[in-house]
């Protein structure tokens, strides 16, 4: 228990120590075009996903709560 202590201590104090390290040195700026695009690329790709993923939500919802018997496909 005591090692934990110790290693829980040393880990906390060199985080505080280290955060300075990691700080922006400047202000941001707002961002160019090709930010803008590439982020809003990246958003079309999430959009385009959560509609499949959605129907596959309802279909598994609508599977689990029905109560009739799984019907056998035709051949």
Known sequence: MKATAKIATLTA???T???SAF???SA???GGLLIWLFLGFL???VATQLV???MLMVGIAK???SSGEAV???K
């Open 63 to 65: 599977g689990v709560t």
């Open 72 to 74: 056998q496909p035709t």
């Open 43 to 45: 958003g079309l790709i």
């Open 17 to 19: 120590c280290a955060s």
């Open 52 to 54: 499949p993923a959605l």
């Open 28 to 30: 941001a700026s707002g």
């Open 13 to 15: 104090a060199l985080t």
């Open 23 to 25: 700080a922006a040195g």
